[in-house]
């Protein structure tokens, strides 16, 4: 209900049923997820009892609410004099992500009264709010350290917009130490300067995905923020000129520091996919890393040499997947860093054989992997696992004294660890929560014992693995199961197979399910009664399940994330408009054309208020016929992904599959 609606609909007596209790004692106000939350209940909220006895202030509550665009001066005359809004002086914490119905005008002027001392503020996932507005959030709250501003990231790296910047007067500064822009990608170099000029106590900067923002605009920002020591820039230009002002020397006049640059004071970098980078500039960052506790380097040309000049010995984290590292350098590594406890190297190619001074010596992957894994075991225990090529069962032997503390284990191509690891892992890794297993040999006998005996267990994926597995591993109950992936691994699946899994599992958050060819439309109704809290739903190739529409799938009113592919051309023409409105917290859409009844899908409105949906991604196969005249198996042409950042909508075609 719109707030001005929610005004007039007051009775004479105080509203307690569309308000939110606080008290003096109150700290954390969390109102996460709440799509139905309005400013009028926010402001309700923090009004007297006394306030709803008198009809002048009714007047003056609906004429702050229905007039928000009205002169700023004006507005604030109108609230601090007719409103008596109340202050909690105690709450130091607020999370209003995905209230997409907020209108942090109003909300702005309402935290700033009530909560004087607010520390920490969440508002991710809320397209309508700019990131402009934090600098109005700054002036509002002088005591505000932490601020996360997170939306999804888009798919799609655009093109380097060219952004020049206009200085401003001088501001006050600000308390803020982590700021939090993950996926703003409508957030550009002007904007971030603005906010790096305000913000130069900032401890920890994440704009993971800000596509937008120059190698030079983060460089200038790192010289800006001195105190930087944890930085999130996967997927962004992150460069030369970035690695430039994180080495370079620090001179500080007011205040001693013990270190000679940025880098040398960083404990967590995260740049995943940033590309363009030196083996010079890499090297020179990483020497100068010798206090880093967490430290990515996913999706870069990472070489040994390099990473074997690290110096630090305090690493607790590190992600080299899909890098050229080689045991050698690996093993040099962790040897130095007996606290690891987070290892992801999944997609390392090279891990299959050891390389000394260039060349490549005749000896067995396996020893060169037992050596690792001998190292790790040395430690305090390991408790995130991500590996593939080169692992095995005698590498598992070698991780035993190391794994019981082990909480989550991701195997990949190139691994192979058979059945009997599989059946050690209950004994060996009591702890564990999460299992991914692609391309493994899997059986009934060994899932049946992981899921008999791994008691906090909370995600099974299982991608790709071959074995004979049946409805038997799944008739367990595994109340604490939340996510569950079953990607070409359960093509026997029937309705009824999905209907006792529902049982087993009443507890699901995620869902996918490829190639699960016996499933019909019927799953639709058991799906949204078994899990009715359902927040991903991936179906692909699910035999007609989406032949006749979707329209039993609207139970799942919590859905944020959707992906229909191949599973029967049914779905309707107005499906992305109905499901705006059928799934309030909707965020992420992905279909395909064939499945498509009418041949498209209507696209919603680009100025519709309140949205959620930011991210549609629509594909479209190949209409090949083979040697016999019959339909060929689809093949994926191209994909249309539509992207919302608050601002425009964006248009953007691509010949991958995402």
Known sequence: ????????????????????????????????????????????STLPNSYFANLRW?????????????DERHQEQISHRTLPILSFESVKEIDISKCQRLDYKVVIKCFSKSFPSLRKLRAAYLLNIKVSTLLELLLNFRELTEVDLTVDVSPIIPVQASVFYSGQGHCLLSSITRLTLEGRSDICDMELRSISRVCESLCYLNIKGCALLSDACIASVIQRCKKLCSLIV?????????????????????????????????????????????ETSLLNLITHSQK?????????????????????????????????????????????????KTLKARGCKNLLQLEVDGRTDNFSPLVSGQEVFKCLSKGSGLEELEIGWGFSYFSFESLRPAASFLR??????????????????????????????????????????????????QELALSYCFGEISLQSFKFSMPNLRKLRLERVTRWMTNDDLL?????????????????????????????????????????????ITENGVASLYGCIALEDLFLRHNGSGIQKSFLLDATLKFPMLRLVSLDMCDAKEGGFDVPEE???????SIVKISRCKSDRCSLGRRAAPMHRETLVMLWNGQTLTKTLLKQRL
């Open 234 to 278: 996967c997927y962004t230009s992150f460069s030369e000129n970035s690695i430039l002002a994180l080495c370079a020397s620090i001179s500080m006049t007011n205040e001693h520091m013990d270190i000679n640059s940025v880098a040398s004071n960083l404990q967590t970098l995260h740049m995943s996919k940033c590309e363009g980078i030196s």
């Open 58 to 70: 009714r007047k003056s509550l609906e004429s702050f609410l229905k007039n928000p665009d009205d």
């Open 500 to 544: 006792v899994l529902t049982q087993s599992c009443p507890n699901l958050t995620e869902l996918s399910l490829v190639g699960c060819l016996h499933l019909t439309s019927d799953c639709q109704p058991i799906i949204s009664a078994g899990w009715p809290g359902m927040i991903s739903l991936h179906l692909e190739e699910c035999g007609s």
């Open 408 to 457: 989550v284990i991701s195997v990949g191509l190139g691994a192979s660890l058979g059945e009997d690891v599989l059946k050690l892992l209950p004994s060996t890794c009591p702890l564990l929560e999460s299992i991914v297993l692609h391309f493994q040999e899997i059986s009934d006998s060994a899932l049946t014992s992981v899921l008999t005996s791994l008691k906090h267990l």
């Open 607 to 613: 100025k519709e208020e309140g949205r959620s949906l």
């Open 1 to 44: 209900m719109p707030s001005t609606c929610l005004v007039d609909s007051l009775t004479d007596g105080p509203p307690t049923d569309v308000r939110v209790r606080l008290t003096e004692y109150s700290e954390i106000l969390d109102l996460s997820g709440c799509p139905q939350l309005n400013e009028a209940s926010l402001l309700l």
């Open 292 to 340: 880093m506790k967490s430290l990515c380097l996913r999706d870069t040309k990472v070489s040994d040499s390099v990473l074997c000049e690290f110096p630090g010995s305090t690493l607790e984290a590190l992600d080299i997947s899909n890098t050229t590292i080689s045991w050698m350098a690996l093993a040099r590594v962790i040897s130095r860093n007996p606290n690891l």
